[in-house]
């Protein structure tokens, strides 16, 4: 077969990495305990409490979908609802998962222009409104990195928490990228996630380097009671658990989940370095982790489409492109210079 064309449209093309793919190797090697009950999933397990300096409560998932939908149902009883911004992943692209896994919890949509919610929005939201009629505010998702490629500073988490606090809401944070905000901010796992107030996190693999999987962290153990039957129930509790897990430990012991996203984090610089100054073209956010949004011309987008590359524009009508672990640094010139070309062809005609 031919190798196929590297494409940017989403870090979920990409490949696993060799660190995950040589613990699966090893994890296959002879017979192991179903079911969560193997040396693999333990040492994952502790492989994350080291890593995040605190004994949380470790579960794993296949997707991310299923990784916040019951991370958040096991904030919620029916009657709450969970407070986000307008373009999180968990309002717009999780088929109401959230919902149908708490029963009914609603969620509480935030407009917001670039992905990020602020406390003052998190405020209205809550106290708009109390009386029983309408669903009680119980818990607030933040997505990191955001859906635009942003990244909430340490003080920024710490400023939700605070009014989360203030509410009695609980913190949920959606870490599909959550490696490429770590790379991003140059801070441990642990000041980005419990020390700044997050209750629980979805950690992700699968845009990691990962062929799938992700972790969910509670940092409070109260809110982790009855959580694997929750998985259970779902689905989400593997027999052969340690395939999901194995994984995690190539990832997290040789640091590959550090090093992948800062990869991944600068090829996205380096395209945003090489098309400045083009006419016409302009990132339609700040270049902050992997992704890059680019506003262009319908004639520039087509003319990129028709040179074969691949990308999304479901989030603010531009180019999305996506830099994975093993982004070729000469195929993201290709890209440059192919929106160079474009935009100047048709800057001068």
């Excluded at 670039?114 to 809550?126: D, F, M, S, Y």
């Excluded at 988490?157 to 944070?173: D, F, N, P, Q």
């Excluded at 419990?194 to 809110?223: H, Q, S, Y």
Aim: glycine share 8%; hydrophobic share 45%; with cysteine.
């Amino acid at each position: 077969m031919t190798k196929p064309l590297q494409q940017f449209a989403s870090d979920n093309y990409a490949g696993v990495c060799p660190q995950a793919w040589s613990a699966m190797a090893e994890a296959n090697c002879g017979h192991a305990a179903a079911y969560g009950e193997d040396v693999w999933t333990q040492r994952a397990s502790d492989a994350f409490r080291s890593l995040f300096e605190t004994n949380c409560e470790v579960f794993f998932a296949f997707n991310g979908t299923a990784a916040n939908a019951l991370a958040l149902a096991a904030l919620c009883q029916s009657f709450h609802s969970v407070i986000c911004s307008s373009v999180a992943h968990v309002d717009t692209d999780e088929c109401g998962a959230p919902e149908f896994f708490s029963n009914g919890s609603k969620l509480l949509v935030a407009a917001s222009e670039n992905g990020k919610l602020t406390p003052q929005a998190v405020r209205a939201l809550a106290t708009g409104r109390s009386d029983i009629h309408f669903p009680k505010p119980s818990a607030v998702t933040i997505t990191q990195a955001t859906e635009t490629g942003q990244v909430y500073s340490i003080d920024e988490i710490k400023a939700l928490s605070a009014v989360c606090r203030e509410l009695g809401l609980r913190l949920h944070m959606d870490g599909a990228r959550f490696a490429n905000a770590c790379a991003a901010l140059g801070c441990t796992p642990a000041e980005m996630t419990w020390k700044a107030g997050v209750d629980v996190l979805c950690f992700g693999g699968t845009k990691n380097g990962m062929a799938v999987g992700e972790a969910i962290l509670f940092f409070d153990p109260r809110l982790a009671e009855d959580f694997d039957y929750r998985c259970k129930q779902a689905g989400q509790l593997a027999s052969k658990m340690r395939f999901l897990a194995a994984p995690w430990v190539g990832m997290l012991e040789s640091g590959a989940w550090l090093s992948n996203a800062a990869h991944g984090n600068a090829c996205a610089k380096r395209l945003e370095a090489r098309i400045a100054g083009v006419p016409g073209v302009a990132p339609l956010f700040p270049v902050e982790a992997n992704a890059v949004f680019l506003s262009a011309s319908p004639q520039v987008l087509e003319g990129l489409r028709q040179r074969g590359w691949r990308f999304y524009t479901f989030i603010g009508g531009g180019g999305r492109f996506m830099f994975a672990w093993d982004a070729d640094p000469e195929r993201v010139d290709a890209l440059a210079a192919d929106i160079q070309d474009l935009a100047r062809s048709h800057s001068a005609a």
